[in-house]
């Protein structure tokens, strides 16, 4: 597994898109930069540093640096490729466990924002696999138009174009990084792709619905299976229960309107879903460890309206 933090942007040196219509067998090299192919169609057989590989559509491979490579078998393709300098590219001296726990770690302090911003970006670290199948269709495309943007840029001689491309790159590998995370916390769960689907599910209601009562009878109706069960698994995968999950929902939105408007209390909690402004702002200030007026004078020195405080 290869660890990498996001917070160093790519230099890219060279990136395209090839289509092989005729068969066509990979030359022999070793490259001084990492180049990442991202197969579009059809197949490409490699051997890196003595190992075989062959890539099918939706698959991915990451050339390290310093490695001989060679095709070994003539084929037809249609592939991106990437070659670019990353200086904090490396194998994870973690154990597979120690990367489950990371990831469950990382995942959770990113919903409750436990960090502050510069924190945040210092602790900002990424896991991703040398060679994968991109499994979850949605992903595959978002990555497929991610690399298609940077190409495009690049033919056309866009101004800033490798700028551009860096950028479309990086949030490329972090797709792959996400989606893989996904997948390494559903396995530790035994989670089948039935329930990966309602808990995914699961996610995308409470984002929507944060504002509304929700209750445990009201999520085990709509999604059709025992709570406690759906509960255990939410909290396997996403490293926390599920109103545990929907508290950190409507925390994250008071704080963007804390820091964005100047409604009052009572308005906010009426829109977060958290309650009157009584109890609002004492579990605003249990979450953060500031009140809500304290928060808000960091994004507002100013603000147009007050805060009644308890």
Sequence with gaps: MLRFFPTQMPRITFMGRVNYREPWCHFYRVTPVYILYYIFSGEMYLNENGVEYVLRPGEYLLLEPGYETYGTKAARCDYYFIHFEHMDFAHSPLSPEEIRRRLQQIRQMSLEEKLEPESDYAQAECFLEKYAMVEDPAVRL??????????????????????????????????????????????HAACTPEMAEKIQRVVQYLHSEYPNKITSQEI????????????????????????????????????????????????IALNTGIGDEYYFSKFFKKMTGLSPRQYRSRYLPEPGLPLREK
């Design 142 to 187: 978002r990555v497929y138009g991610l690399l298609e943007e940077a190409v495009q840029h690049t033919r056309l001689r866009t101004e800033n174009h490798r700028c551009i491309g860096s950028c479309k790159l990086l949030e490329s590998l972090m797709e792959l990084s996400r989606a893989q995370a996904d997948k390494i916390l559903r396995q």
């Design 220 to 267: 085990e109706t709509r999604f059709a299976v025992n709570f406690d069960y759906l509960n255990r698994v939410f909290r396997q995968v996403t490293g926390s229960t599920i109103f545990h999950y929907l508290s950190a929902v409507r925390l994250n939105r008071a704080k963007e309107f804390l820091a964005t408007t100047t409604m009052r209390s009572s308005e």
